[in-house]
């Protein structure tokens, strides 16, 4: 007796189909894409006032003077990198009621000049209370 067996066809893929697929896929995504262009850095000049000369002095004033490498010094006295906050409440317990003036060079990178102000404030020291003179570059 023959029992009736079903034939076995081999599953395919259409291949060739897949492939047209593929490539109208990358030839689509070649299309689209947009590179990207080098960006051009901000550049921001700091403002500058002209001072008014003064036969009279109304506030003796500490200077913190950052040049423009980024190096920080305060009252003359060089503050290593990431010590600003340290020294500044230091200098507040010495010197109590003693104000201070920022004295920036006009090429210090902004994100400093932002470091310099963030050390202020963690010192308990309010920004508006420390008025900023910009140095412009010596010929």
């Known amino acids: 007796m023959q029992f009736h067996r079903p034939t076995r066809s081999l599953r395919q893929l259409p291949i060739v189909s897949m492939i047209d697929i593929l490539f109208i896929l990358l030839i689509f995504f070649i299309v689209s894409t947009q ?5 051009n850095v901000l550049r921001i000049e700091l403002p500058t006032v002209r001072e008014v000369p003064s036969e009279r002095v109304t506030d003796a004033r500490s200077v913190i003077a950052v040049d423009a490498f980024g190096n920080v010094t305060l009252d003359g006295l060089k503050v290593p990198d990431g010590l600003l906050e340290a020294y500044l409440i230091a200098y507040q317990r010495q010197n109590p009621g003693r104000k201070l003036e920022l004295e920036a060079d006009r090429k210090l990178p902004l994100e ?14 309010q920004i508006k209370d420390v008025p900023a003179r910009i140095r412009l570059p010596e010929p």
Do not use: N, Q
């Open 112 to 125: 400093r000049l932002l470091a310099v102000w963030d050390s202020l404030l963690k010192a308990g020291i």
């Open 35 to 39: 590179f990207k262009k080098p960006r």
